[in-house]
C-alpha cells in the first residue's frame, strides 16, 4: 500500500523503519516514560515487540520526503471466532497515532487514519475500532467512525 497525501506519502512500515518507529513511539510517551529508557534502547526493545506480534499488529508511516517519517498509526488485527461461512473473521483496532509537532495541521494523522481503516478492511476486518483521546474525537468522527452502544469495555478498578 502507497498512497500519496499532498507530498507526505504513507506505506506500511517495514522492519527497515523500526527505528522511526521507535522514535516516534518514544517521542508520543510521556516525559516519566521516556525518562525510564533511551530511545536507542527502546528500539531494542521495538525490534523484539515487532517480531513477537508480527502475525497481528502492523504500523503505517508517513514520510514527508524521501528520509523523514513524521507520522505513524499502528493496526491490532484480531482474529475472531469463526461463524458458519465465515471462517477468517476479524476485527482492527487503530492505535498509536502520532504525527511530529511540526507537521501537524497538514492532515497528516487524518491520511493516516483513513490508509489504516482502509488497510483493515482490505485485510477482511469486519469493524475498525479506535480508543481516542477527548480532542481527536471529532477528527475520527469526520472521518467516518462513530460511537456505538454496543461496543463496551472495562477497565481495572
Do not use: C
Amino acid at each position: 500500500m502507497l498512497r500519496n497525501n499532498g507530498g507526505v506519502d504513507i506505506r506500511v512500515a517495514v522492519q527497515a523503519d523500526l527505528a522511526d518507529l521507535a522514535r516516534l513511539l518514544w517521542l508520543n510517551a510521556g516525559p516519566d516514560e521516556r525518562a525510564k529508557q533511551s530511545v536507542e534502547a527502546f528500539a531494542v526493545d521495538i525490534g523484539a515487540w515487532w517480531n513477537e506480534h508480527a502475525d497481528s499488529h502492523l504500523a503505517l508511516i508517513a514520510r514527508a520526503d524521501e528520509f523523514a517519517v513524521v507520522g505513524m498509526a499502528w493496526l491490532a488485527i484480531v482474529a475472531r471466532p469463526p461463524r458458519p461461512g465465515d471462517v477468517g473473521r476479524r476485527s482492527a483496532d487503530v492505535q498509536s497515532v502520532f504525527v511530529v509537532p511540526e507537521e501537524r495541521g497538514k492532515g497528516i494523522g487524518s491520511a493516516l487514519v483513513k490508509a489504516a481503516a482502509e488497510h483493515a478492511l482490505h485485510l477482511g476486518a469486519g469493524r475498525v475500532t479506535v480508543h481516542s483521546g477527548r480532542k481527536a474525537v471529532p477528527v475520527y468522527e469526520r472521518l467516518g467512525f462513530a460511537s456505538s452502544r454496543q461496543l463496551l469495555q472495562k477497565v481495572p478498578d
